[in-house]
């Protein structure tokens, strides 16, 4: 029997902020903080890994509205900035605590991470990350897939065809802009999936994608290899099974890795610990009280007594919780094997984000994986690889599930933002009603139909939906649906009115500037 | 992982905030976030309600077991994190109707379904003007695969006119159904139904394993319960919703639990 194979997936996302308009705005600080905790630091993971000649395999997610951000200039320039004031910080703290024996080593952390930024985004990388990304794509090391457009919760547009369809579509394009090359596979926003994605997603040829165990396992018929294989449906579109007992351990706030007490605490920060006055200049322009990323207090457990945050404990913790994944692992795969067919799969999704950001150690987490690897009866491997290795599975169509609170769509349809639905909606039959009544446009009315299905797609971002549920940025994220349905809604008059805003339109294009390679036709009625 | 420290940090940093606002905007903003505090309170007492439930809704965000969404969070922190959203802009920006006679469901979960729906003004203002006007209700009606109406597979909702929304509370899980808007003219046997908005058909997700599972063999059921399907509340056998809301009439027979 073959031995146990361990699938890591990243879903690398962030959804659409860009405001030119404004010469800083705060929400763009969640790309730069993703940049210089998760992403810059993958990327030097795979660079040591490679170095090393250690093996490793990694499905990866790049969401088209996170590599529009990455491949955006006035981001890249104001990303640069923010690391210049980074910088400033912890250069002013390493002057503040630099020779505190306890503190003084955290700083000092932080220095050589945003140095360490720095020296990669703009020297080695040019700004280009994504051509980063590429590098190890093209390499084999990991396999890029792409995700929704906007990231919509697709479940709940099942019903739209035109809409699934507009938000997988979209997506290919922006895949193959950036990355040159079809996706192979197709990561479901929130692990969102409704059975009539099986068809959805393979009439743009996906092969596979990931959905919950209790998805899977929901499914007709039920699979009989658990969550150890994946099951084919009908269409043909291979779904991968989240394995659930590997995301409780790392997922989990309270019982997961990420919760032992010697790891960095995220929540407390200096910038709610030290005075406005020494904070100010490394502010916005409010000077309001934000996260700034430079935290010195470990975990401790939950109490406001916090122990001063260790990195070396940290490291030595963070190579005893990898080993331990990988025990836990082993011994699933080996209670599984006599029971299987195939070598048992283990296949573990995660947001990205998670990694650095999230969990300041997790980066070391992976690394350490990687490398203790061989010592344990586990292959790692891409998803295209096991579907190369094993093309056939159990027919099976999984139920509509989610990875959210419930398993179902309670997140994304609640009190706080069932009222988005109705313009979504209305602004995707709208749309589907312009591609049929002007399908062969040029010139100026093909811009404005452009622009149109671009703000529709925007108006469809799960996220938007998920803050307002949380109570967090939920003013920002409404605003965002509304302008994205209000756009809409002027891009629809001037078309049914004959009259066109071309510097306002021009403005939009601008500002809204993802999805270049949109064509409206996307959203011709799917017969 | 709560932090108290994070959360007493953050209720400092929100009196700062609401330190700089006048009484007017205080109240504002209270009503934003929906407290319904008597008039003339003085400024101190505002700001208190005003910051005791920003504390109530923090905690309960933090012990939720939402894991996917705490994690997502995290990725938001630059942001408002747990402090006061100041900006009194709850007018909608957007019109929430579009002057038509329509009606839409979405399902949420086995046992709930969405149903947003509208009048066109000429609809509606014939209605207003009409002082025996038929009231209305949702007539929610199980189908077959076919979209073939069930045998008493329908059961009724009364909505007001204001109504432009509601969440149905579903019979149980794995069917298909759909939602009519309807106005009613006299009662009982002789009333004339009369049907508004005809909506799409939607099917509420299962929570129950597929029949046949029985024909899986042990080695099967060994690898189900290796993948934890013993933790996921997943039954063997299709329920009633024992939470539903029965409206009268339309009992339902009591199903088995786990």
């Not at chain 1, 002007?438 to 009315?445: A, I, K, M, Q």
């Not at chain 2, 949420?108 to 209305?136: Q, V």
């Amino acid at each position: 029997m073959a031995k146990g194979q361990l699938a890591l997936v990243l879903n690398a996302h962030l959804p659409f902020v860009r405001h030119p308009e404004h010469p800083r705005f705060l929400e763009e600080r969640w790309l730069f903080e993703a940049l210089s905790e998760t992403y810059l630091p993958l990327l030097r993971l795979f660079r040591r890994l490679e170095a090393d000649a250690v093996p490793f395999r990694l499905t990866m997610t790049v969401s088209p509205t996170l590599a529009s951000m990455l491949g955006d200039k006035l981001l890249g320039e104001r990303y640069a900035a923010y690391l210049e004031t980074q910088l400033r910080l912890a250069s002013a703290e390493e002057e503040r605590l630099g020779s505190d024996p306890v503190f003084g080593p955290v700083v000092r952390l932080y220095s050589a991470l945003y140095r360490e930024d720095r020296e990669d985004f703009e020297t080695l990388y040019g700004r280009d990350v994504l051509g980063g990304l590429d590098f190890f794509y093209k390499k084999g090391r990991i396999d890029l897939i792409t995700t929704g457009a906007t990231h919509a919760f697709l479940p709940l547009y099942a019903d739209s065809p035109e809409a699934v369809s507009a938000q997988i579509e979209a997506a290919m394009v922006a895949h193959r802009r950036a990355f040159g090359k079809h996706p192979a596979g197709f990561w479901l926003p929130q692990l969102g999936w409704h059975p009539m994605l099986a068809d959805a997603l393979r009439a743009y040829n996906v092969q596979y994608t990931v959905v919950t165990t209790r998805g899977a396992l929901l499914g007709s018929p039920t699979p009989h290899r658990g969550s150890f294989a994946p099951v084919q449906c009908p269409s043909g579109l291979t779904v991968f099974v989240r394995d659930a007992a590997a995301t409780k351990a790392v997922w989990s706030e309270s019982e997961g890795y990420p919760a032992d007490p010697v790891y960095r605490d995220f929540y407390r920060d200096i910038g709610f610990d030290l005075p406005l006055e020494y904070l100010a200049p490394y502010l916005e322009e409010d000077r309001a009280r934000i996260f700034t990323g430079l935290k010195y207090w470990a975990i401790t457990g939950s109490t406001a007594d916090k122990q001063p945050y260790d990195p070396a404990a940290a490291l030595v913790r963070v190579r005893e919780h990898a080993a331990n994944f990988l025990a836990e692992r082993s011994a699933a795969a080996e209670r599984a094997a006599p029971h299987m067919d195939r070598a048992p799969l283990m296949v573990c999704p995660y947001d990205a984000e998670l990694f650095g950001h999230g969990w300041f150690e997790g980066i070391h987490w992976l690394e350490s994986l990687f490398r203790q690897a061989e010592e344990f009866p586990l292959g790692i491997v891409s998803l295209s690889e096991y579907l190369r290795a094993y093309p056939e599975s159990q027919v099976s169509m999984p139920e509509f599930s989610s990875w959210g609170d419930g398993g179902y769509a309670e997140v994304w349809l609640d009190g706080s933002n069932d009222w988005t639905y109705r313009h979504t909606f209305k602004a995707v039959e709208r749309m589907t009603e312009l591609a049929e009544r002007f399908p062969d446009e040029s010139g100026l009315r093909e811009r404005i139909l452009n622009q149109a299905g671009r703000e529709v797609v925007l108006s469809m971002c799960s996220d938007w939906s998920l803050l307002m549920r949380a109570g967090k940025a939920s003013s920002f994220a409404r605003r965002q649906v509304e302008d994205s349905i209000s756009n809409f809604g002027k891009l629809y008059d001037m078309l049914c009115s004959n009259t066109v805003g071309t510097e306002w339109l021009t403005r939009l294009e601008k500002r809204n500037n993802i999805f270049p390679d949109l064509n409206y036709r996307i959203f011709r009625k799917k017969r | 992982m709560t932090s108290p420290l994070f959360l007493s940090q953050n209720a400092s940093v929100n009196s700062e905030k609401l330190d700089s606002l006048s009484l007017e905007a205080l109240y504002a903003l209270a009503d934003k976030m929906g407290l319904d505090l008597p008039t003339g309170l003085e400024r101190l007492f505002v700001m208190e309600e005003i910051l005791d439930a920003l504390a109530e809704d923090s905690e309960d965000r933090r012990s939720s077991s939402d894991e996917a969404l705490l994690v997502e969070e995290k990725k938001y922190s630059g942001s408002e994190s747990d402090s006061l959203d100041l900006r009194i802009d709850d007018s909608p920006q957007l019109e929430r109707r579009y002057n038509e006679t329509m009606i839409r469901a979405l399902v949420r979960d086995p046992s709930w379904a969405f149903a947003y729906w509208d009048l066109s003004d000429a609809e509606k203002s014939s209605m207003l003007g009409d002082e025996s006007a038929p009231p209305l209700f949702l007539r929610i009606i199980e189908v077959d695969r076919e979209g073939g109406e069930l045998k008493h597979g329908h059961f009724d909702i009364p909505v007001s006119l204001e109504d432009l929304q509601w969440y149905i509370n579903l019979p149980r899980s794995g069917i298909r159904f759909r939602i009519d808007l309807c106005s009613r003219r006299g009662v009982a046997a002789g009333s004339r139904i009369r049907i508004l908005a005809r909506s799409n058909l939607v099917d509420s997700p299962r929570q129950e394993l597929r029949p046949g599972t029985e024909g899986i063999d042990r080695a099967g059921l060994r690898l189900l319960q290796l993948s934890g399907i013993g933790d996921m509340r997943i039954h063997t056998q299709i329920l009633d919703n024992p939470i539903r809301i029965t409206p009268p009439g339309m009992e339902l027979q009591p199903g088995d639990s786990d």
